[in-house]
C-alpha cells in the first residue's frame, strides 16, 4: 500500500528554485489500478521517483506497506526497488544488443537465483507480458516498438513486483500498439494483482484505469473513480506489431 501525505519537492538549481510538487496526499491500496494524470511538467514523473524510491521528497511523508522510506537504510531501498517494484518507460530502455532473454534476466543477475531458476522466471515474465516465443531469442534492437515495451514490461515483472509504475508507457507507440500494452496492464492487474500506476499526459489512456487521479502544477485537482473504464478488446496472441 502507498500512503503519500503533503509531499512536496523543489528543485534548486544555483539560485533557483522550481516548487515541482506542492503537497501531494493520497492513498493507493494493494491491487488497484490508478492512472496519474496531468499535462507535460505537472510534476508526474518527479512523483513516480518519490513513489518508486528512487527519490525523495523535500518535505511531507510517504509509508510504502507501512514504513516510513525516509527511514529505510541504503539495504532496505535497494530490496523495495528490487523486490517490490517494477519500472516501465517511455523509452523502453533495454540493452538494444542483447537478447529478450538476456534484457529480461538482468534484473535477477544480481539475486542468489540460479541460472536455470532465472531463465524460467524470465519466460513467465514474458508470457505474462505477451510476447510471443518466438521472439525470445532475438536482439532488442530487432522488435518493433510494442514488442520492446513488452520486454520492458517483463523485465519490470521479472522480480514478481506487488506495484508496477509506468511512467507514459504508450508514448512511443502507436494508438494500436498502445491498446495492446494497455491490455497487458489491465491483465496484470485482474489476473496477476499487481498494482498498476500508470503515468499519462492522455486521458484516453489514463482511462483504461479504474481510478484517476488528475494532477496540475504539482497539486491534486481531481482524485476519483473512472467511470469511464475502456477495456481493449485486441487480442494479442499472434499481434506481430
Ligand atoms: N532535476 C530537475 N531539476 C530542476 N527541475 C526539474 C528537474 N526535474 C524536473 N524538473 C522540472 O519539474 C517540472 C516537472 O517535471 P516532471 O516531473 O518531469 O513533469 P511531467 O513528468 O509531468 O512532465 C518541470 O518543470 C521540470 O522542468
Ligand atoms: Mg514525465
Given amino acids: 500500500m502507498i500512503e503519500c501525505k503533503n509531499i512536496t519537492k523543489t528543485y534548486k538549481n544555483g539560485e533557483t528554485e522550481?516548487?515541482?510538487?506542492?503537497?501531494?496526499?493520497?492513498?493507493?491500496?494493494?491491487?488497484e489500478y490508478?492512472?496519474?494524470?496531468?499535462?507535460?511538467?505537472?510534476g508526474k514523473s518527479t512523483?513516480?521517483?518519490?513513489?518508486?524510491?528512487?527519490?525523495?521528497p523535500?518535505?511531507?511523508?510517504?509509508?510504502?506497506?507501512?514504513?516510513?522510506?525516509?527511514?529505510?537504510?541504503?539495504?532496505?531501498?535497494?530490496?523495495?526497488?528490487k523486490n517490490k517494484i517494477g519500472f516501465v518507460f517511455q523509452s523502453f530502455n533495454l540493452l538494444s544488443r542483447a537478447t529478450v532473454?538476456?534484457?529480461?534476466?538482468?534484473?535477477?543477475?544480481?539475486?542468489?537465483?540460479?541460472?536455470?531458476?532465472?531463465?524460467?522466471?524470465?519466460?513467465?515474465?514474458?508470457?505474462?507480458?505477451?510476447?510471443?516465443?518466438?521472439?525470445?531469442?532475438?536482439?532488442?534492437?530487432?522488435?518493433s516498438g510494442g514488442q520492446m515495451q513488452r520486454v520492458a514490461i517483463a523485465r519490470a515483472l521479472v522480480n514478481n513486483p506487488s506495484i508496477i509504475f509506468a511512467d507514459e508507457p504508450t508514448g512511443n507507440l502507436d494508438s494500436k500498439t498502445g491498446e495492446i500494452v494497455l491490455d497487458t496492464f489491465q491483465k496484470l492487474n485482474e489476473h496477476h494483482a499487481h498494482t498498476i500506476v500508470l503515468i499519462t499526459h492522455e486521458r484516453y489512456v489514463?482511462?483504461?484505469?479504474?481510478?484517476?487521479?488528475?494532477?496540475?502544477?504539482?497539486?491534486?485537482?481531481?482524485?476519483?473513480?473512472?467511470s469511464a473504464k475502456?477495456?481493449?478488446t485486441l487480442h494479442h496472441t499472434h499481434e506481430t506489431t
Avoid at 522550481?18 to 494493494?30: A, M, Q, R
Avoid at 512523483?47 to 525523495?56: N, T, V
Avoid at 518535505?59 to 529505510?72: A, C
Avoid at 479504474?210 to 496540475?216: E, L, P
Fill in 18 to 31: 522550481t516548487d515541482v510538487l506542492k503537497g501531494i496526499s493520497f492513498t493507493i491500496n494493494d491491487g
Fill in 34 to 42: 490508478v492512472a496519474i494524470m496531468g499535462p507535460s511538467g505537472s
Fill in 47 to 56: 512523483l513516480m521517483h518519490i513513489l518508486g524510491a528512487l527519490d525523495s
Fill in 58 to 81: 523535500t518535505s511531507g511523508t510517504y509509508f510504502l506497506d507501512g514504513r516510513d522510506v525516509s527511514k529505510l537504510s541504503d539495504d532496505e531501498l535497494a530490496d523495495v526497488r
Fill in 101 to 143: 532473454m538476456r534484457n529480461v534476466t538482468l534484473p535477477l543477475l544480481y539475486s542468489e537465483v540460479p541460472k536455470q531458476k532465472r531463465e524460467m522466471l524470465a519466460k513467465d515474465a514474458l508470457t505474462s507480458a505477451g510476447l510471443e516465443e518466438g521472439r525470445w531469442n532475438h536482439l532488442s534492437n530487432q522488435l
Fill in 206 to 226: 489514463a482511462e483504461h484505469a479504474d481510478r484517476i487521479i488528475h494532477i496540475q502544477d504539482g497539486l491534486i485537482i481531481e482524485d476519483k473513480e473512472n
Fill in 230 to 232: 475502456r477495456v481493449a
